[in-house]
């Protein structure tokens, strides 16, 4: 099947994460993505082990690195910026996370480069800006962002999110940058219109929104809430009699309903409660009755009840649990969100180098030939 962007071509000059999950978006969406890698070594994230897939490669790749093919390249090696420039040249779009000046001491000038290049767009992630060199790791960023800060129990300590999801938004942001840069391209358009740049910092400090809007209209500092929501009660995780469930009560309505299946009468005859702001400021009333509830049944019995009313609910899942309920590989990941396809499991290292040098673009033809119906 063909994506929305069948025919456009990105290279991939970036590694680890935020960049490779960008790059494999738009490899998702039908773009034909060539990874360079750093001969020897290539990606470090393929060591970031265990766990290790058969084949050799670690977990942590696999999970941001389908739908391309992959070349080994010296950025110190004449030769092998000579073949980076021609995959340049015949590329829409280019994807780096190199620090500043990386790319410019090994006569890759960006600027230069989108001048000769009319219809290119080039987009570089970053850490902390564009000026900035400082590397761009996930826990970092997390903790200077604000993130750590609101996440954890209250009276507990800043902890980061589970997942490196600075990363991972970031390198959303950056698939979409390239794709609406992409959409609006055209040869008069200056350089500076087509080079972009997307950082981690900025992508999460954004990602804060409500609570972010929050301390602007109020000028106070945000606090952490563990699985409970400043802004809406009860929002939060309860524990049933065999595993924990998540209630979340959006407005006024669900509320009627979330007691009424609850069996928590007393609680619906409350008026101070008939509103979320009066929810808010008796919210310890609210938790304590219906976590003392919740516990007399088993989470299957409650969410049955909920679902009847209508209020959003679920229970605390496992990743394999959820995992289930999605198609999934150990080779590919997690099939797309967004409309597209898995069309080829992640390069191993150099696997097509000797066809990209030989044959450039046109090697992905060749591979998708050679590719079972």
């Known amino acids: 099947m063909l994506g929305p962007l069948a025919g456009i071509r990105i290279l991939d000059l970036t590694r680890v994460l935020a960049g490779p999950m960008a790059a494999m978006t738009l490899g998702d969406l039908g773009a034909d993505v060539i990874k360079v890698e750093r001969p020897g070594t290539g990606d470090e994230s393929r060591g970031w082990g265990p766990p290790f897939?058969?084949?050799?490669?670690?977990a942590y790749y696999l999970s941001v690195n389908r739908n391309k093919l992959g070349?080994?390249?010296?950025?110190?090696?004449?030769?092998?910026?000579?073949?980076?420039?021609?995959?340049?040249?015949?590329?829409?779009?280019?994807?780096?996370?190199f620090r500043p000046g990386t790319l410019e001491r090994r006569g890759l000038d960006v600027t230069d480069v989108l001048a000769g290049q009319p219809e290119l767009v080039w987009c570089t992630l970053t850490g902390f800006g564009a000026d900035?060199?400082?590397?761009?790791?996930?826990?970092?960023?997390?903790?200077?962002?604000?993130?750590m800060a609101i996440t954890g129990e209250p009276d507990g300590e800043p902890m980061?999110?589970?997942?490196?999801l600075?990363?991972?938004?970031?390198?959303?942001?950056?698939?979409?940058?390239?794709?609406?840069?992409l959409a609006t391209r055209h040869p008069g358009r200056p350089a500076h219109a087509r080079r972009m740049f997307v950082s981690l910092f900025d992508t999460a400090v954004a990602s804060l929104v409500n609570?972010?809007?929050?301390?602007?209209?109020?000028?106070?500092?945000?606090?952490?809430?563990?699985?409970a929501h400043p802004n809406l009660v009860p929002?939060?995780?309860?524990?049933?009699?065999?595993?924990?469930?998540?209630?979340?009560?959006?407005?006024?309505?669900?509320?009627?309903?979330?007691?009424?299946?609850?069996?928590?009468?007393?609680?619906?005859?409350?008026?101070?409660?008939?509103?979320?702001?009066?929810?808010?400021a008796h919210r310890q009333l609210v938790i304590d009755a219906i976590g003392?509830?919740?516990?007399?049944?088993?989470?299957?019995?409650?969410?049955?009840?909920?679902?009847?009313?209508?209020?959003?609910?679920?229970?605390?899942?496992?990743?394999?649990?959820?995992?289930?309920?999605?198609?999934?590989?150990?080779?590919?990941?997690?099939?797309?969100?967004?409309?597209?396809?898995?069309?080829?499991?992640?390069?191993?290292l150099d696997e097509h180098g000797d066809l990209i040098r030989q044959f450039g673009w046109d090697a992905f033809r060749r591979v998708d030939a050679a590719q079972p119906a």
């Not at 900035?132 to 993130?147: H, I, K, L, M």
């Not at 600075?166 to 840069?181: E, F, R, S, T």
């Open 53 to 58: 897939h058969p084949r050799g490669d670690s």
């Open 211 to 227: 609570v972010a809007q929050n301390t602007l209209v109020t000028g106070n500092e945000a606090s952490r809430w563990g699985n």
């Open 71 to 97: 070349i080994a390249l010296d950025l110190d090696s004449p030769e092998d910026v000579a073949v980076i420039r021609a995959l340049i040249r015949g590329a829409h779009a280019v994807l780096d996370n």
């Open 235 to 280: 929002y939060q995780a309860f524990a049933a009699a065999d595993r924990p469930i998540v209630i979340a009560v959006g407005n006024d309505g669900q509320w009627r309903s979330c007691v009424r299946a609850l069996g928590l009468p007393d609680l619906e005859a409350d008026a101070r409660l008939s509103t979320n702001a009066g929810r808010l």
């Open 160 to 164: 980061k999110i589970g997942v490196a």
């Open 292 to 348: 003392q509830r919740v516990r007399e049944r088993r989470a299957s019995l409650w969410l049955d009840a909920l679902a009847e009313g209508g209020v959003p609910a679920g229970v605390v899942r496992r990743v394999t649990e959820a995992l289930a309920d999605v198609e999934a590989s150990a080779l590919t990941g997690v099939a797309p969100a967004a409309p597209g396809t898995v069309r080829l499991p992640p390069p191993r």
């Open 166 to 181: 600075a990363d991972v938004l970031a390198g959303k942001d950056a698939a979409l940058a390239i794709a609406a840069a």
């Open 132 to 147: 900035s060199a400082r590397p761009g790791y996930d826990f970092v960023v997390q903790a200077e962002s604000g993130w």
